[in-house]
């Protein structure tokens, strides 16, 4: 098992909405999980699925891979639109020292949600919590093609904050050309 330093492993950025509904930030099936640099991201939000999607100046979904910066920095983005809804959200799972597939057990030092889909009151900013029961965080690079300038791969975690429901990221995968 390889350890890495996660820079960020996820960030959920909402503008506030308490009139918006879960299920308009929700899609509603995961991409396949393939190898073949098809551009694809989705994962599972406390068994939801969620896409990224819509545009509004900013790019629905990119990555980013140096082998020579940070020991081999990776690093990808999602953010979600809606047109016409008053919030929008975005992610970021990000790690250095990735030079091969292989599976990254996720070590971290914090990490932070903002706003998780419409939250409101105290339950707004959430940190990693590495004391959760199997939280069996983890980023798995399936694919890591220098030569075609592809990188797939999976990752799961959760995010908790004491009196607020756990924040469980599941099933997520990804098919990425950088």
């Not at 690093?75 to 597939?101: D, H, K, L, M, W």
Request: charged share 15%; net charge positive.
């Amino acid at each position: 098992m390889k350890h890495i330093s996660l820079i960020t492993i996820l960030i959920l950025i909402i503008t506030s909405s308490s009139n918006c509904k879960k299920s308009d930030l929700l899609g509603d099936k995961l991409p396949p999980a393939t190898q073949e640099g098809k551009n694809t991201c989705g994962f599972l939000v406390n068994g939801k699925v969620w896409l990224p999607r819509g545009d509004n100046g900013y790019p629905k979904l990119s990555c980013y891979y140096d082998e020579t910066y940070m020991g081999g920095a990776f690093n990808i983005n999602g953010y979600r639109y809606e047109p016409g809804a008053s919030n929008s959200s975005g992610f970021v799972v990000a790690g250095s020292n990735i030079q091969t597939a292989g599976y990254y057990k996720l070590n971290i030092t914090s990490a932070t949600i903002g706003e998780y889909f419409g939250a409101t009151g105290t339950c707004i900013i959430y940190n990693w919590d590495d004391t959760i029961p199997n939280h069996n965080a983890y980023l798995n690079i399936t694919k890591l093609d220098k030569v075609n300038r592809i990188v797939s791969g999976t990752f799961e975690f959760a995010l908790a904050l004491p009196g607020c429901e756990t924040i469980r990221i599941t099933q997520g995968r990804f098919d990425m050309k950088y």
